[in-house]
């Protein structure tokens, strides 16, 4: 599975951005899909993810401002991120999670500057 990320930049704070994840190769082991960030100096953390079935999970911090969403027929997940905020400037990674058998794929990174 290859992951080609893409839609980050540079942004004002309360500002919108959606990041776009185009999946390729053996999609048909995918389970679930789903963005994680880093920001300098901490550990990558999970922001959302989207599951085969439709069941989604969002961080705390994102909740009602972030919005993950799947097309499969176009094998791409999307994260709509509005009210963006300072701290949620970071380098965003697309991840999937698939099986058989248990693996994590990572996209390249795209990275997200929130500025005041």
């Known amino acids: 599975v290859q992951l080609q990320a893409s839609g980050g930049g540079l942004v004002r704070a309360g500002g919108s951005l959606r990041l776009s994840c185009v999946a390729s190769?053996?999609?048909?082991?995918?389970?679930?899909l789903g963005w994680y960030r880093q920001a300098p100096g901490k550990q990558r953390e999970l922001v959302a993810s989207?599951?085969?079935?439709?069941?989604?999970k969002y961080a705390d911090s994102v909740k009602e401002r972030f919005t993950i969403s799947r097309d499969n027929t176009k094998k791409t997940v999307y994260l709509q991120m509005n009210s963006l905020r300072l701290e949620d400037t970071a380098v965003y990674y697309c991840?999937?999670?698939?099986?058989?058998?248990?693996?994590?794929?990572w996209g390249q990174g795209t990275l997200v500057t929130v500025s005041s």
């Open positions: 989207i599951s085969s079935g439709g069941v989604i």
């Open positions: 991840n999937a999670a698939a099986a058989p058998p248990m693996r994590q794929y």
């Open positions: 190769g053996n999609t048909v082991s995918i389970n679930a």
